[in-house]
């Protein structure tokens, strides 16, 4: 073999491990941080006028690496578990998959999470002691999630640690960031964003709700049955949609509206029987409805700030 051939080859498994550390971080799933922070900019924009253009880069940055880290700590944590078994309806995992070792994958948890705190500490510099304490909050949170004697993911309560943090904490946080004070209307936002996030989680447990009860999970699906799942992902899709008209003017937040035929096909595709592998896509469109909505809002804004009233 001549060092050309073994340059290629070289240069072939670095691309392999790239794209395996790419999907180990799960690229789809960070819409669900960016969103709700570009919504509470852009409402912070509209309200005051002005835009801290690198505090906004700082805040979708440490967002971003937060949900990095959560993913990769929950990839191995499951597999140490048992959780990620060969009958796994989700895409494949990492550490299931024997790509990289729990602790390797654990390792570059600990440094997204690095990542999200150095950054932190650039916005605590703007925000002070309350965003120091929301960004240690989170993080911890990031951690608590798959990891001590009663992980949040393995419980009841997990859509709930959604709607707090990647709802209201991440637009009201994103928002007090940018204008230094917290209003009613950025944490109505939050709670706007966090619907449909928390709908994704509520999906992603109902795909897995055989595997999860024989990995001993007990989630909100195991709670309520399928039946009444199905009902709360529907309210979820759509009682997001009047806080987001409350949350700015009716004239610059009805746009949010032109993505309700998007939830209708949500909701009916699931009430139609849509199961197992075929959930996956369904996860993902869900995920996009909430950034569908947060782009929405955002030109409604935008507009207003263009031509105002």
């Not at 928390?198 to 709670?223: E, I, P, Q, S």
Request: hydrophobic residues 55%.
């Amino acid at each position: 073999m001549n060092s050309s051939t073994l340059a290629l080859t070289r240069w072939e498994r670095l691309r392999r491990q790239g794209e395996r550390w790419i999907s180990a971080a799960r690229p789809r799933t960070l819409f669900l941080a960016v969103s709700p922070v570009v919504a509470g900019i852009a409402l912070a924009w509209f309200e005051s006028g002005q835009l801290a253009f690198w505090t906004a880069l700082g805040t979708l940055v440490g967002a971003t690496a937060i949900q990095i880290g959560t993913n990769l700590h929950n990839d191995a944590a499951d597999f140490e578990r048992g959780t990620d078994t060969p009958d796994r309806l989700g895409p494949p995992r990492a550490s299931a998959q024997g790509w990289f070792t729990p602790a390797q994958v654990k390792g570059a948890a600990h440094l997204a999470f690095l990542v999200a705190f150095l950054v932190g500490l650039l916005l605590v510099v703007r925000g002070g002691w309350p965003i120091l304490l929301l960004g240690l909050a989170a993080i911890v949170a990031g951690y608590a999630y798959t990891s001590g004697p009663r992980p949040i993911a393995y419980g009841p309560y997990g859509e709930l640690f959604v709607l707090a943090f990647f709802g209201v904490a991440a637009t009201a946080g994103s928002f007090y960031l940018q204008s230094l004070h917290l209003s009613a209307s950025s944490l109505l936002l939050g709670l706007a964003c966090g619907l449909p996030a928390a709908a994704v989680l509520l999906l992603n447990n109902y795909r897995d709700f055989d595997t999860d009860a024989r990995a001993g999970r007990r989630t909100l699906n195991h709670l309520l049955g399928k039946a009444r799942a199905r009902v709360l992902y529907a309210g979820l899709l759509l009682g997001c949609l009047p806080l987001f008209l409350l949350s700015a003017p009716l004239a610059h937040s009805w746009p949010a509206l032109l993505a309700l035929p998007l939830a209708a096909r949500l909701i009916r595709r699931l009430f139609q029987g849509a199961q197992g592998r075929a959930l996956n896509a369904l996860l993902g469109q869900t995920a996009l409805y909430q950034v569908a909505l947060v782009l929405l809002l955002s030109l409604g804004l935008a507009w207003g700030l263009a031509w105002p009233r």
